[in-house]
């Protein structure tokens, strides 16, 4: 019989530490890793300039539909195709990822805490925080070196919309997660307590579910 799979969020602000963490873990557990980024709405109906001034730090701009599917369709058992976003040209690419229906995954986002739908699925999660100053300079680093931004436009998009939506969306959703960390720890130590976190959840969860067969 195959091993149930078992799903984790990992929410918390832009640049806070969510993909280092999630990478952490996925070696260890190991798991693999679904990004809530990859479900960006495709913008192609737009032109690229316009596309430019589209809001993509709130959940309306995420196909949080689509990601829902895909996690019912993988606690079924069945894989999934996700897409793929390209930030340079803010939409999807054509190409898509195939993901398998095992053990431990990882859902990581800015929003894999805030519908509540998708909460229904999980199976605990994980908020990591970390003060906007170093979130900020974390971004301006990340988005000239991975997705060939100048840092003027990088600090615009962080003052117009990263940091209100963040205040508006993201933060609500630690009330959700069963573990707080601080994004400023050393990862070994976040990853550490995110592991102790996630086996002891995967455990009451067997523990329960032998319980109810054997009634």
Partial sequence: MPEPLHIVAIAGPSCAGKGTLAAWLAERLPASILPVD?????????????????????????????????????????PVDHPIYDFSRHTRKEESVRLEPHGFLIVE?????????????????????APNTICLDRRVYRDQR?????????????????????????????????????????????????????????????ISSEYLIAK
């Fill in 109 to 129: 986002g800015l929003f894999s805490l805030f519908w509540a739908p998708i909460r229904s699925l999980l199976h605990g999660g994980i908020y990591i925080e």
């Fill in 38 to 78: 990859a479900y960006y709405r495709p913008l192609d109906h737009l032109t690229v300039e316009e596309r430019s001034h589209v809001n993509f730090d709130e959940p309306a701009s995420i196909d949080h539909e689509l990601l829902f599917e895909h996690l019912r369709y993988l606690l079924d058992g069945r």
């Fill in 146 to 206: 991975e997705r060939g931004r100048t840092e003027t436009s990088v600090r615009c998009q962080y003052e117009e919309t990263v940091q209100p939506m963040r205040a508006l969306f993201v933060e609500p959703t630690r009330d959700f997660a069963g573990l707080v960390l601080d994004g400023t720890r050393d990862i070994e130590w976040n990853g550490q307590r995110s592991l102790e976190y996630v086996r002891g959840e995967a455990e009451k969860i067997r």
